[in-house]
């Protein structure tokens, strides 16, 4: 063994015990790792209380405020719906009220002519509505109907093809038994100058058109029946 070796075995002895205790003094002021322990039960007791309102609002579907806030107009939205729509039932008011039972799809056929009527519901004291005369390969006639009210009282206007608007006044309402007419009549001699719609038991209208054609009185009737405006069946009423 060489000198120089000699004096470096001394030189690790007199290191080794002061490496060997560089990690037990870090080791000693290393901060200990927090003890867990269990939280008071009062905080334990406050946070069930907190909490059970809100399992109570689930399990009852009842809404926290947040939501119950978010709700709001939406819940007020329903309201004013039903309300619309209880108004929807209410009965018809003013002077158009007696024909109102007009609403709806009207049909009717005689040797191949067929012959709709179809009204709008009474709504903003109007009722418009339109009426086509066909047979199968072509349209015989159509017009654009209204009944509105006016200074002097209730008014028929049609608008045919080819034609100035005409305008019959009610001239008189009759009821027989369950059946009830309204008669509507204008001046001059151009027929029609009368136009009667009778309102028949089990949904049946007849709607007649009067007045003279050269020269001599003529008269045409127009049986219909209420039908669903989508299937076209018969409704009694």
């Known amino acids: 063994m060489t000198l120089d070796s000699i004096f470096l075995a ?24 927090p003890e867990a322990r269990p ?49 929807e039932q209410l009965p018809p008011t003013g002077p158009l009220a007696p024909l109102a039972w007009l609403s709806g799809c009207w049909r009717g056929e005689v040797n191949k002519r067929e012959f709709r009527e179809f009204w709008q519901p009474l709504r903003g004291n109007l009722m418009v509505g339109v009426s086509r005369n066909a047979l199968p390969e ?5 017009e654009y109907l209204r009944l509105e009210p006016r200074a002097d009282g209730v008014y028929y206007v049609t608008t045919s093809m080819g034609k100035t608007e005409a305008a019959f006044k009610l001239a008189s309402t009759k009821r027989d038994g369950n059946d009830e007419t309204f008669t509507f009549q204008r001046g001059g001699t151009e027929f029609p100058t009368a136009l009667a719609y009778r ?39």
């Open 138 to 142: 072509r349209t015989i006639s159509f």
């Open 39 to 87: 939280a008071p039960a009062a905080e334990v007791k406050d946070a069930a209380k907190e909490a059970a309102p809100a399992a109570q609002d689930a399990a009852s579907g009842a809404a926290t405020p947040a939501a119950r806030d978010a709700a709001a107009p939406a819940k007020e939205a329903t309201k004013a719906a039903s309300k619309d729509a209880a108004g």
């Open 199 to 237: 309102r028949g038991a089990g949904g049946w209208l007849y709607v007649e058109v009067a007045g003279q054609a050269q020269g001599k009185d003529h008269k045409v009737t127009y049986p219909f029946r209420r039908v669903d405006c989508e299937s076209g069946e018969f409704i009694r009423k």
């Open 10 to 33: 001394a030189r690790a002895a007199r290191l080794l015990p002061v490496a060997l205790f560089v990690p037990l003094v870090a080791f000693a002021q290393a901060p200990a790792a």
